[in-house]
C-alpha cells in the first residue's frame, strides 16, 4: 500500500528548514548506507551531528504525531528518525531495499515495516529524482510537491532517479508499525478511513458508527503487538 500525505508540512515549516539548511554541513551519502546499498547510494547525507537535523527531526516528528492520516495508515510502534539527504549533479540512489532492522542510538532495535520520503525541494526546481517503487502492479514513480510525503512498504525494491538538474533535498525516516502484517494494517486502515467518513455524516452517537468503532480497536487488540 502506497499512501500520499499531501502537505505534511507548512509553507512556513518549509521556510523554517530552508534556513536551517542554510550553513549545513553534508556528507557522503554512503556513510549512513550499509550492505549492497553502499555501493548505489550516490547523494549527500546532511551530517547527524548537525543542529539543524536535531531541528528538522523535531519538528517533522511533531507534524506526524498530528496527521490522522499517517497515524492511521502506519499505527506507529517506533520512528527511526528522520535523515536529510540531498541529490543534485546526476546523483542517484540505485535500487535497493531497506535494512530490516535499524538501531536507535540507545541500541533499540526498530524493524521497519514502512519507509517515507518527504519532499523538501518544490517538484519544479529539479529534474529527474522520481522515487520509484516496485510494487505488484508494477514500478510507481513518485515526484510530490515540497511538504508532501509518501508512505510505502519498506520490503519493496526502490529507488531514486539521477537528479539532473537542480537539487533534491528530502528527508526520509522508516516506522515500526503496531501491527507488523501489512495486510492486517491495510484492512484496519480501511476500516478506519471509513469510519471516519460515516462519523462525520451520523455524528459520533450514531449506534453503527460505535459499533464499527469497536470492532476497529477489538481489532487493533487482536493484532498489535506493542
Ligand atoms: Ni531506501
Excluded at 117 to 146: C, N
Aim: with cysteine; charged share 15%.
Amino acid at each position: 500500500m502506497l499512501i500520499a500525505i499531501e502537505d505534511l508540512l507548512s509553507s512556513a515549516d518549509l521556510l523554517q528548514i530552508t534556513a536551517q539548511l542554510q550553513d549545513a554541513r553534508w556528507l557522503d551519502g554512503k556513510d549512513t548506507a550499509t550492505g549492497p546499498a553502499k555501493a548505489v547510494k550516490h547523494n549527500l547525507q546532511l551530517d547527524s551531528y548537525s543542529p539543524a537535523l536535531a531541528e528538522i527531526r523535531s519538528l517533522i516528528v511533531q507534524r506526524l504525531s498530528t496527521s490522522m492520516l499517517f497515524q492511521s495508515a502506519a499505527l506507529p510502534r517506533h520512528i527511526f528518525p528522520p535523515l536529510v539527504n540531498c541529490h543534485r549533479d546526476g546523483g542517484e540512489y540505485g535500487l535497493h531495499t531497506d535494512s530490516a532492522i535499524l538501531t536507535l542510538p540507545d541500541h533499540t532495535p526498530v524493524r521497519s515495516d514502512l519507509s517515507a520520503t518527504i519532499f523538501l525541494t518544490p517538484a519544479e526546481d529539479y529534474d529527474g529524482g522520481e522515487l520509484v517503487i516496485e510494487s505488484t502492479y508494477g514500478a510507481q514513480s513518485i515526484k510530490l510537491g515540497a511538504g508532501d510525503m509518501v508512505l510505502y512498504p519498506s520490503s519493496s525494491l526502490h529507488c531514486v532517479n539521477p537528479v539532473t538538474r537542480g537539487s533534491r533535498i528530502a528527508a526520509c525516516f522508516w516506522v515500526q508499525s503496531l501491527l507488523a502484517n501489512p495486510q492486517q494494517r491495510e484492512q484496519l486502515f480501511e476500516l478506519d478511513q471509513s469510519i471516519q467518513s460515516l462519523t462525520v455524516e451520523r455524528g459520533t452517537q450514531c449506534p453503527q458508527v460505535q459499533r464499527l468503532t469497536a470492532v476497529y480497536h477489538n481489532l487493533v487488540r487482536m493484532w498489535a503487538t506493542p
